[in-house]
């Protein structure tokens, strides 16, 4: 009797540590966070961009006089191109509104209230071309300008960033730099409401006129 009250306690003994090694153990283990998903919506003017918008998907185009082209075909059936950008926290849809008319011209854009981001090189009106690594020191000053320079933008609302590559690039730094466009609009202005056009080389040029 004695022998099995003993052989009885030794098993709840164990029973016991064993159970408080679990629950150390379970105290120990590290509480993994759960990933919280943000999404930003650069350039989206109205509530119709959902609606309305036409994803654009960058593998499939060859060179970018192609992707440039379907871009203006999509803003020319009233709709909006974008782009969405994914990390592992973030969701950045990024929509362009590059002016259009039905006979193809250029709406009159005065050219100090633009920035030209052509093969990773800005250029900007009469003040020459700068390395990318300016983008921050360019965009600043065009922000905060409000008229000041009248060789900047007049202000942040008529801003303007036009982004163009060589016909047959390849266009493998474009994601990148619209990743690092935004972000640094953002930082500096807190908002969403950049305006990025996607377009090739001679839309910028200025109309000739026939005599």
Request: hydrophobic fraction near 35%; charged fraction near 30%; charge should be positive.
């Amino acid at each position: 009797m004695k022998n099995t009250l003993k052989t009885s306690c030794t098993i709840i003994l164990i029973l016991l540590i064993n159970a408080c090694g679990k629950v150390e153990k379970k105290e120990q283990e590290p509480i993994q966070e759960k990933t919280v998903i943000i999404e930003k919506q650069f350039g989206k003017w109205d509530t119709k961009n959902d609606n309305l918008s036409v994803e654009l998907n960058t593998k499939k185009f060859n060179n970018w006089n192609s992707l440039a082209e379907r871009a203006r075909k999509i803003i020319g059936n009233d709709s909006v191109p974008k782009i969405t950008l994914r990390t592992n926290n973030e969701i950045r849809v990024i929509y362009f509104h590059n002016p259009f008319r039905e006979d193809g011209s250029l709406k009159i854009v005065k050219s100090k209230n633009v920035i030209e981001i052509h093969n990773d090189t800005i250029f900007k009106h009469e003040l020459g071309t700068f390395p990318l690594d300016s983008l921050k020191s360019i965009l600043k000053k065009d922000i905060n300008n409000n008229g000041a320079n009248p060789m900047l933008s007049e202000n942040s609302k008529k801003l303007v960033i036009s982004i163009s590559y060589d016909k047959k690039s390849d266009f493998i730094k474009l994601l990148k730099n619209l990743n690092e466009l935004t972000e640094q609009y953002y930082k500096i202005t807190n908002n969403t409401d950049i305006k990025i056009w996607l377009t090739d080389k001679e839309f910028l040029k200025p109309p000739t006129f026939n005599k």
